[in-house]
């Protein structure tokens, strides 16, 4: 999920970063009971109860429904007990450490071996967030280099402070960074320069249990969103902080993030720019449709897991040899991280208690500050399925979204950086725009992530104009953004991240879309609207006919002369279906739903469908996709005539009958494609495989006959939203190739015609 800016600045000399002394913050505290903060009052202790157990020499420290302990013997067995009831046990790791999670937020635990016995501690009540007298009354970060934030339970989170200038000539509108990578390590570039140049002073802050930051890491667990809030609310009492507010920056995980810290509501955030992000952690990326993504999810979620080990980042390792104390005893708890991958191949149906809480589009309602937010349709990692949730910013007072065709790193790309910047200006520094650094930064920025260097000049097209009627231009234009055909814009050498044309639009789902029918029918056709020979057509669901991806490695995918191996399906292994060319041009905008009747020799089988364009020349473009197990066809309560979302419950899955005709519903991703007239749009059908980057599935492999039957009684159709009135160049489409994210290769009828 990382775009490395030590890729994507390598070479750059955008602006020296400011150095500095790192922020002594006090150790962990090594007493038997906890030093709590004394501004939560929840937090607390009182004497240990009488018992023959000796007093406690470990270190005992309660958080936000967690209590850790570190400083104990290893291989001991520690029990957690309140009001005489064993509440869990654990053993303690090589490091002296043990951590219990899930502690309901209540006073009179006591954490005691066979024969020690700690005093009693409170569990924070993770509902109440510490006043504002706690952040004013921390050691000041640094003005520039290396230091560390205390959060409420007094773990610290390593930080890393760059300044546009110096800090006297302050204050500065400033941004924070927070992931699991590595924003804090003072040796890494990451975006930081391209704030700085923008005039923003720069936050990275590594989330708990990576980097040098204290506790134990879990993806987005409650206690990580919490330091969240901490870390906005510190960084906003720094002196050479503009208006003691901050706004957030980051692509994909501090892009992520970005939803999960909002969603708390710190006092002093006055804005998020998550890019490159996701809906829902499982549905959407973990287990699209049902089925378990090994490519990109499962490498990524080892990749996290194996840096947040005990010195996991290299930097880490040296900052600890040379010095830094803090860094070291922050390891601690690091045993103490669950295995993530386990629980990922231990949790194939949707666990409604935990997944919602990493859903995204479960509590992005929450959020009360101006959105900016961008992402493409095919991005090979996170996938593209976030413009589900646009809909449900329903707190933020604005939210404006740029939408694209392309990869992972689109949401960066000239054409959204123009619109980036002019919200960071609005809502963070509080100034009208000025664009003009942006035109020497993107050629370094586009040489470096897409190999090309020449782009649409930045104008700074509120210049003059008084900043309270800018900002009021800026809110009134249309939220929704939509750049097409990205990638073909043929005054650009193709490939490069420009787009052939864009148009705006009042919302997502864009209001005026038209849900719109096309009936499976014989010969490989895609009828509009009635059946001319209904039948069936029968594939064998091999996920082996074909690579796993169509992109083979060679080069940089972000690279505008990337190559792809997007292979036709083998005779019998898939079905086709196409229409006749379009007499105008039509353009398809939103979700899409696949509604099919099949049967299979198995009891299950896996679908994946796509979506392409197959040009009067005989060429086919790659648009989007879409996969359902089939077993996990329920739909949920939220599903629409264009979105079959599904339940994904164990209670909810059931086998396909016997012999016996079935209805499912598979989703396709959202997307937004012109089919200009002369072209055809065609729907493919099969094992999940060879349709997607990076992507890969543990799918079905059972060799299993499946039956796609389309009449009367069982009418199988394509439903997509097609949005009439965009202005479509008339000029010849985009080359063949030159569409970000969008393979192309010579159209290949499938064995059933199409």
Avoid at 498 to 512: G, R, T
Avoid at 729 to 750: F, I, N, Y
Wanted: charged share 15%; glycine share 8%.
């Amino acid at each position: 999920m990382r775009m490395r800016a030590v890729q994507l600045l390598a070479a750059t000399t955008l602006i020296a970063a400011c150095s500095g002394s790192a922020n002594t913050a006090p150790n962990a505290p090594t007493t038997t009971t906890a030093a709590a903060p004394a501004a939560v009052t929840a937090l607390g202790t009182v004497p240990a109860p009488s018992t023959t157990l000796a007093k406690a020499t470990f270190s005992v420290r309660p958080g936000a429904n967690q209590i850790a302990v570190t400083g104990a013997k290893p291989g001991e067995t520690l029990t957690v007990d309140r009001n005489s009831t064993d509440i869990a046990h654990g053993t303690v790791d090589e490091q002296g450490s043990l951590l219990f999670r899930n502690l309901d937020p209540v006073d009179g635990y006591t954490i005691s071996s066979a024969i020690v016995i700690s005093d009693s501690v409170a569990v924070a009540d993770p509902s109440i967030n510490p006043p504002a007298a706690f952040y004013a009354s921390q050691p000041k970060l640094p003005e520039g280099g290396f230091g560390y934030i205390t959060t409420r339970d007094g773990t610290t989170l390593s930080a890393n402070v760059l300044l546009p200038g110096p800090a006297d000539r302050g204050p500065y509108p400033t941004v924070v960074e927070y992931s699991g990578y590595q924003p804090s390590d003072p040796g890494s570039a990451d975006l930081a320069q391209l704030y700085t140049a923008m005039g923003f002073a720069y936050v990275g802050v590594n989330v708990r249990g990576t980097g040098c930051s204290g506790g134990s890491y879990r993806f987005f667990e409650n206690v990580q969103n919490l330091d969240g809030y901490d870390v906005i609310e510190t960084v906003a009492a720094q002196p050479w902080v503009l208006d003691h507010q901050v706004g957030m920056v980051g692509i994909s995980y501090p892009g992520i993030s970005q939803l999960f810290v909002a969603a708390t509501q710190p006092p002093s955030l006055n804005s998020i720019t998550p890019l490159s992000v996701i809906d829902d952690s499982f549905r959407a990326t973990l287990y699209p449709g049902g089925i378990l993504n090994t490519g990109f999810a499962v490498e990524w979620t080892k990749q996290v897991v194996d840096k947040a080990k005990p010195f996991g980042q290299a930097w880490t390792k040296a900052r600890a040899d040379a010095g830094d104390t803090i860094c070291a005893d922050n390891q601690k708890l690091r045993l103490q991280n669950p295995d993530l991958v386990k629980e990922i191949h231990d949790t194939p149906y949707y666990p409604p208690t935990l997944g919602d809480t990493l859903a995204p589009i479960t509590f992005v309602n929450k959020i009360k500050v101006p959105v900016f937010i961008a992402g493409a349709w095919q991005d090979e990692q996170t996938g593209g399925h976030f413009p589900a949730m646009l809909d449900k910013f329903t707190s933020s007072p604005h939210v404006y979204v740029t939408l694209m065709n392309g990869l992972h790193t689109e949401a960066l790309s000239p054409p959204v950086l123009g619109r980036y910047a002019e919200f960071l200006d609005f809502y963070v520094a509080k100034k009208v725009p000025d664009l003009s650094a942006l035109n020497s930064i993107a050629p370094l920025v586009g040489s470096a992530i897409w190999g090309v260097n020449s782009f649409a000049p930045f104008e700074s097209r509120f210049a003059g104009v008084p900043y309270d009627q800018a900002l009021a231009s800026f809110e009134a234009e249309p939220p929704v953004r939509i750049l097409f055909e990205q990638g073909g814009n043929d005054a650009y050498t193709p490939g490069t991240p420009e787009p052939n044309f864009v148009a705006d639009f009042p919302a997502w789902p864009i209001p005026s879309a038209t849900a719109t029918t096309w009936q499976l029918d014989s010969g490989g056709v895609l009828a509009d609207p009635a059946l001319a020979k209904p039948g069936e057509a029968s594939y064998t669901a091999d996920p082996t006919a074909l690579p796993p991806t169509f992109y083979t490695g060679s080069g940089s995918i972000w690279k505008a002369d990337v190559k792809y191996d997007w292979r036709p399906i083998p005779d019998g292994t898939g079905v086709g279906f196409v229409t006749a060319p379009f007499t105008t041009t039509t353009v398809v905008a939103g979700a899409g739903s696949l509604d099919l009747w099949i049967k299979s020799m198995s009891t299950d089988t896996d679908l994946e469908a796509t979506i392409s364009e197959v040009r009067p020349d005989g060429t086919e473009i790659y648009v989007q996709s879409g996969w359902l197990r089939a077993s996990q066809r329920a739909l949920a309560a939220t599903a629409t005539d264009l979105r079959p979302a599904h339940t994904n419950l164990k209670s909810d899955a059931a086998d396909l009958p016997a012999g016996e005709l079935t209805a499912v519903r598979v989703e396709l991703f959202p997307f937004a494609h012109p089919f200009r007239a002369g072209s055809r749009l065609r729907l493919t059908i099969d094992a999940p495989g060879g349709n997607r980057a990076v992507w890969q599935f543990d799918t079905i492999d059972k060799g299993e006959t499946v039956t796609i039957a389309y009449d009367a009684q069982h009418p199988s159709k394509l439903v997509l939203p097609v949005v009439a009135g965009v202005d479509v160049p008339k000029a010849a489409p985009p080359a063949c190739g030159s569409l970000r994210g969008e393979p192309c290769r010579p159209w290949v009828k499938a064995a059933n015609g199409g």
